[in-house]
């Protein structure tokens, strides 16, 4: 089993910044690829970013691209999520996941944490 708790949400203005952070632990001595995703009140889950279990290669969500960079630290057993430029359209509950492919589907993904809250103010 592999446990993952999120940090890093809040409450902050438009155009402002946050890095969200995703910390494992449990069987953490096999990498996963992780991903965030995103739940906004009314709608459904969305992908946000992903990442291979190296670090190597990356994907994001076109909403996202250019504004928000994930990054992981394996010897951390940690996963981040640096949001910049934040809009208000990007208010959401943020999950990380964790899971044996680099995919996109969130049904793809075996571990999820709780989840962090993100507020962007207009």
Known sequence: ????????????QAGGSLRLSC???GRTGITYAMGWF??????ERE???AI??????TSYAD?????????????KNTVYLQMNS???EDTAVYFCAGGPRYTNYAAEYNYWGQGT???VSS
């Open 63 to 75: 909403s996202v691209k250019g504004r928000f960079t994930i990054s992981r630290d394996n010897i």
């Open 38 to 43: 995103r739940q906004a009140p009314t709608k």
């Open 1 to 12: 089993q592999v446990q993952l708790v999120e940090s890093g949400g809040g409450l902050v």
């Open 117 to 119: 809250q993100v507020t």
């Open 47 to 49: 992908f946000v970013a």
């Open 86 to 88: 934040l809009k208000p």
């Open 23 to 25: 910390a494992a632990s």
């Open 52 to 57: 291979s279990t190296g670090g190597g290669a």
